[in-house]
């Protein structure tokens, strides 16, 4: 069994910083491709991030990109999302997945495609 455990979540004014973990346990984490996903108040689940099992693929929304980046420690078995210039529209409770993937390069971007998921951690970010 898989579990998966977000941190790192809290309130952030808007254009400053936040890096979110996830731990992954039960298994090595380099067999599993990660991603982030948020679900904004009242809203869906929507596609934050993605990063392949061995790292060398990443992939985000159009709405993060170049604010927001994915990246992994196998030795650690933690994936992290580091925020930077936080919007108010970024707040939402932050979700950590993890599927298994056969191919280390392959990235997923929908949540129906992955396995496991953390409780979620909240991000709040004020003006």
């Known amino acids: 069994q898989v579990q998966l455990v977000e941190s790192g979540g809290g309130l952030v004014q808007a254009g400053g910083s936040l890096r979110l973990s996830c731990v992954v346990s039960?298994?090595?984490?380099?067999?599993?491709?990660m991603g982030w996903f948020r679900q904004p108040p009242g809203k869906e689940r929507e596609f934050v991030a993605a990063i392949s099992a061995s790292g060398g693929s990443t992939d985000s929304a159009n709405s993060v990109e170049g604010r927001f980046t994915i990246s992994r420690d196998n030795a650690k078995n933690t994936v992290y999302l580091q925020m930077n210039s936080a919007k108010l529209e970024d707040t939402a409770v932050y979700y950590c997945?993890?599927?298994?993937?056969?191919?280390?390069?392959?990235?997923?971007?929908?949540?129906?495609?992955?396995?496991?998921w953390g409780q979620g951690t909240q991000v709040t970010v004020s003006s």
């Open positions: 997945a993890a599927r298994a993937s056969w191919y280390s390069g392959t990235i997923y971007v929908r949540s129906n495609e992955y396995s496991y």
């Open positions: 039960g298994r090595t984490s380099s067999s599993y491709a």
